[in-house]
């Protein structure tokens, strides 16, 4: 039984942080990829933030460059997303997901992941 469950997201004033937690079971994390992808209303899911299996290539979007940090725990078998400096753009929902083979030139995009969480709701107002 595979499954991903998010957690940690809520609503936060602009310039606050979030750290969204992505749980895994039913596998061991270290064998897949991971991505943070977001949804907001009206707009097609993107890819946020990606890492690959070994933890040593990441990808961000360019809107959260510096603000965001993908990071993996395999102890754990759980994944990370620190949000820092947050804007109201960056309201939505966020998913984790989990994909088997990733190339290190296309580590963050939607249609490579298999496995997908339920999403957790961030939105960001003042």
């Known amino acids: 039984q595979l499954q991903l469950v998010e957690s940690g997201g809520g609503l936060v004033q602009p310039g ?3 750290r969204l937690s992505c749980a895994a079971s039913g596998f061991t994390l270290d064998s897949y990829g991971i991505g943070w992808f977001r949804q907001a209303p009206g707009k097609e899911r993107e890819g946020i933030a990606c890492i690959s299996h070994s933890g040593g290539s990441t990808n961000y979007a360019d809107s959260v460059k510096g603000r965001f940090t993908i990071s993996r725990d395999n102890a754990k078998n759980t994944v ?3 949000m820092n400096s947050l804007k109201p753009e960056d309201t939505g929902v966020y998913y ?3 994909a088997k083979v990733l ?3 296309r580590l963050c995009v939607p249609h490579d992941y ?3 969480g339920q999403g957790t709701q961030v939105t960001v107002s003042s």
């Open 16 to 18: 606050g942080s979030l």
């Open 80 to 82: 990370y997303l620190q």
């Open 96 to 98: 984790c997901a989990a």
């Open 103 to 105: 190339l290190l030139f």
């Open 114 to 116: 298999e496995y997908w």
